[in-house]
């Protein structure tokens, strides 16, 4: 798959999911902290239980079972491997219990099952956003095209006037529908599983509406980019 990258407001942390996915809140892509992050991987000497030989770095994590001593799974390594996983990215929306519209930018959304229709995406326990979806109890999936960076920016950004200047309209289960969007999924909240520091949020499809076939915009090692369509 060709992929035009530009690198674009990112994400710090690997979701439960595999994509470098919840940021803890107020942390945006290719930010410094992310260099720092970046610079940290760099490959060091470490014994084969996967501690470090250095003094200066922190022994590193090994997942039970795994032999080789670079397969580490701290937070960095977790980034780096996974964030090697190409996703799109959507908008999830609710209204939230004050009739104020809420959403977060996730790139975490998957299809879950057709029959019946399960949708999943998986928040982090740091979004203010999550805990508002979670109470309205239905939602929509609104999923971006490649002309919508800027969008997924604004949806990033915790505390903001997310829908400031943005184009919505309610669906039919009252979560704002966004302009120009591929494709919208309307849910129901059907379950919410355990996932570390993020939630498995499973929903189950209501509505479905596809809007055009422009270009996805995707996400791959924390830069945004495009698919010729
Ligand atoms: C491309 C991209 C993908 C993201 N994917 C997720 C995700 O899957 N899960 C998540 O919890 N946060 C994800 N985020 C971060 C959230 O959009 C955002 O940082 C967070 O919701 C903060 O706002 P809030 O406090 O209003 O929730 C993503 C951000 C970007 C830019």
Not at 68 to 87: K, N, Q, W, Y
Not at 152 to 171: E, I, L, M, N, Y
């Amino acid at each position: 798959m060709g992929i035009a990258t530009a690198t674009g407001a990112a994400r710090a942390a690997a979701t439960p999911a595999g994509t470098p996915a919840a940021t803890p809140a107020g942390a945006a892509a290719g930010t410094p902290a992310d260099a720092a992050a970046d610079a940290s991987a760099a490959p060091r000497a470490r014994t084969s239980t996967g501690t470090s030989t250095g003094t200066a770095t922190p022994a590193p994590r090994t997942a039970p079972g795994l032999a080789d001593p670079h397969c580490t799974v701290e937070g960095i390594d977790m980034r780096t491997a996974l964030g090697s996983f190409c996703t799109g990215v959507a908008l999830v929306t609710a209204s939230g219990a004050d009739g104020r519209p809420a959403g977060m930018a996730v790139q975490s959304f998957s299809s879950v099952s057709l029959d019946p229709p399960l949708i999943c995406f998986c928040p982090a326990h740091t979004s203010s956003t999550w805990p508002r979806i979670r109470a309205a109890g239905r939602f929509a999936v609104n999923i971006l095209g490649a002309d919508q960076r800027d969008l997924c920016g604004q949806f990033a950004v915790t505390g903001s006037d997310k829908f400031a200047g943005v184009d919505w309209r309610p669906g039919a289960n009252g979560a704002p529908l966004i302009a120009g969007v591929l494709a919208t999924v309307e849910c129901e909240l059907a379950d919410v599983l355990d996932g570390g520091d993020h939630a498995i949020a499973l929903g189950r499809v209501t509505a479905l509406t596809a809007h055009h076939d422009g270009e996805p915009l995707v996400y791959f090692r924390r830069s945004y980019g495009r698919v010729p369509h």
